[in-house]
């Protein structure tokens, strides 16, 4: 079962930047989707941003061009660059594992579409304020 491990939340003013950190133990990779989500109190889960084995990303609108996803498959280790960060960016943010399936792809709103399916961390709140 795929064990997954975020770090680097924390708090930041409007304009901020964090980067968020996930270690990811017993999976292989080219049978995943991994990617990142998040869910602010009263709110779905929002897809972030997904990949692909193949290295291929999809964001969401929300965070297209502010968002940067990374990993270093060397030490198993998924990362995401957030800049330029709103208020609205407020949530916790989880790491994310998706067994590939016919009828899902690795793109970021298909990542959380089917709870059940998703293997996720404890999540690391990310607080921006204004």
């Known amino acids: 079962q795929v064990r997954l491990v975020e770090s680097g939340g924390g708090s930041v003013q409007a304009g901020g930047s964090l980067r968020l950190s996930c270690a990811v133990i017993?999976?292989?990779?080219?049978?995943?989707?991994m990617g990142w989500f998040r869910q602010a109190p009263g709110k779905e889960r929002e897809g972030v941003v997904g990949?692909?084995?193949?290295?291929?990303?999809s964001y969401a609108d929300s965070v297209k061009g502010r968002f940067t996803i990374s990993q270093d498959n060397a030490k198993n280790t998924l990362f995401l660059q957030m800049n330029s960060l709103k208020p609205e960016d407020t949530a916790m943010y989880y790491c994310?594992?998706?067994?590939?399936?016919?009828?899902?792809?690795?793109?970021?709103?298909?990542?959380?579409?089917?709870?059940?399916?998703?293997?996720r961390g404890q999540g690391t709140q990310v607080t921006v304020s204004s």
């Open positions: 994310v594992a998706r067994p590939k399936i016919a009828t899902l792809t690795c793109e970021a709103p298909d990542l959380v579409r089917v709870a059940g399916l998703m293997f």
């Open positions: 990949i692909d084995s193949d290295g291929s990303t």
């Open positions: 017993r999976y292989t990779s080219s049978t995943y989707c």
